[in-house]
């Protein structure tokens, strides 16, 4: 496993634009080898996939409601992942959440939550309309 902290939530008016990160931290390989993913939770809601991204970072996947708005990638060197979110919405409010697994190859990226063994606390996004 490895300890996530994220970062970089905020209030934002319908239509802006806002980046979190997801540090990582503690774990033993390399962060290269740990597929990862951001899902959200809203008031109300069950927690859903937003995107994710393979530990080598040249595959990524994205919830139908969020492709072509928001970005997934990461910076291995610096042990973080970011989730870019353009032309934000007042349904994309949620407390997103970074998760992080385990892939030795680096290849595969992850969009069941259950398939993943470490998570971070949650940051709040909320979009005004």
């Known amino acids: 496993q490895v300890q996530l902290v994220e970062s970089g939530g905020g209030l934002v008016q319908a239509g802006g634009s806002l980046r979190v990160s997801c540090a990582a931290s503690?774990?033993?390989?390399?962060?290269?080898?740990?597929?990862m993913g951001w899902f959200r939770q809203a008031p109300g809601k069950e927690r859903e996939f937003v995107a994710a991204?393979?530990?080598?970072?040249?595959?990524?996947d994205y919830a139908g409601s969020v492709k072509a708005r928001f970005t997934i990638s990461r910076d291995n060197a610096k042990n973080t992942v970011y989730l870019q979110m353009n032309m934000l919405k007042p349904e994309d409010t949620a407390v997103y959440y970074c998760?992080?697994?385990?892939?030795?190859?680096?290849?595969?990226?992850?969009?069941?939550?259950?398939?993943?063994?470490?998570w971070g606390q949650g940051t709040q996004v909320t979009v005004s309309s």
């Open positions: 998760a992080g697994k385990r892939d030795s190859t680096g290849a595969y990226y992850l969009v069941t939550s259950g398939l993943y063994d470490s």
């Open positions: 503690g774990g033993t390989r390399p962060f290269s080898e740990y597929a």
């Open positions: 991204i393979s530990g080598s970072g040249r595959s990524t």
